[in-house]
């Protein structure tokens, strides 16, 4: 079912540039830029702007991306949840998601600065390689 909703998401995504590519006579290269965020927050509502009733599918491009995100956050969490509950099951659950919430929070708050923008892809990286070797 993931790689149906993967696949159709793909289908989707690039048939919008595509559509922004041929309406504007810029490449798709070109429109992609160095891919990113800046699909979804600078290409893709580009294109969804010059669609007949662009507010709704704005709304609903964004409401998506909302859900996205807090069911990407929520699973993500229950994992880390579940593998403290299960490494560690003299500490309570609620303790060990109260921790993990308050951490994420605090992390969370670096992304609303002008300096983690400037240097999100070499800490993203960084991170994954810190995750990925741990």
């Known amino acids: 079912m993931d790689t149906l909703t993967s696949f159709i ?3 989707t ?3 919008v540039l595509g559509y922004l590519s041929h309406g504007t006579g810029i490449p798709v290269s070109k429109i992609l830029g160095s891919g990113g965020t800046g699909i979804a927050f600078i290409s893709y509502p580009t294109a969804i ?4 009733v662009s507010q709704l ?3 609903l ?5 909302f ?3 807090i069911g990407s956050a929520t699973a993500s969490a229950g994992a880390i949840i ?3 509950a299960d490494r560690y099951p003299h500490i309570k659950r609620w303790k060990i998601t109260t921790a993990l ?4 929070f605090l992390v969370g708050l670096l992304y609303v600065t002008p300096v983690i923008i400037q240097h999100y892809k070499t800490l993203k990286t960084k991170l994954i390689h810190t995750l990925f070797f741990v």
Do not use: D, N
């Open 61 to 65: 491009f964004f409401l998506m991306l």
């Open 57 to 59: 599918f704005a709304v």
């Open 9 to 11: 998401a793909g289908i």
């Open 101 to 104: 919430c308050a951490t994420s």
């Open 67 to 69: 859900t996205l995100g």
């Open 13 to 15: 995504v690039f048939s």
């Open 82 to 84: 579940s593998l403290f």
């Open 49 to 52: 702007a010059q669609f007949p």
